[in-house]
């Protein structure tokens, strides 16, 4: 390792500790960075998580509002600001995507966050938390059942 060189907690635990810190932290409300496979290919994002399965379902967080939301209201009201002050991983203040699910294969997401397990972010903030609730409630664009699935694993 060279002189300055940053180190990460990963360094210092073994796989079946790396495994361990992974089971017990990817669950509900909590934000994880990895390589997700969205429409437009495979791209870094954040993923808040909303439920651990055969498949992780969660909510994406983008930078910024892409231009076919910002001119549907009923897309743009589905994002919520979640802010870097509260998230300081963030580099900026950021929108959780609430107008659909997103699903990655749960395996595949442990393999990225045990090859670097700084992936695994602190939870989303209670009051984010409760915007991101709000938000899905009043979704008219969200599966009635996808709603529901994802008021359960966030409501408080």
């Known amino acids: 390792r060279r002189l300055g060189a940053r180190v990460a907690l990963g360094d210092f635990l073994t796989s079946e500790q790396k495994a361990e810190y992974i089971r017990t932290r990817l669950v509900p ?5 990895a390589v ?20 992780t379902r969660g909510l994406v967080i983008n930078s910024v509002i892409n231009n076919f939301k910002q001119s549907r209201p009923h897309l743009c009201e589905c994002q919520v ?13 950021s929108f959780v995507d609430c107008s659909q699910s997103h699903y990655e294969d749960t395996n595949t997401l442990r393999e990225q966050l045990l090859r670097d397990v700084t992936g695994i972010k602190d939870a989303v903030s209670v ?3 409760g915007r991101i609730v ?8 969200l599966e009635k ?5 994802l008021l359960d694993a966030l409501s408080p």
């Open 81 to 93: 600001v979640i802010d870097r002050a509260s998230h300081p991983f963030l580099e900026h203040d």
């Open 127 to 129: 009051e984010v938390r």
């Open 29 to 33: 409300g909590r934000i994880v960075h």
């Open 36 to 55: 997700l496979n969205l429409n437009s290919g495979p791209k870094p994002k954040f993923l808040l998580v909303a439920h651990v399965g055969i498949e």
């Open 134 to 141: 709000q938000a899905v409630r009043t979704s008219f664009v």
């Open 145 to 149: 059942t996808e709603k529901q699935k």
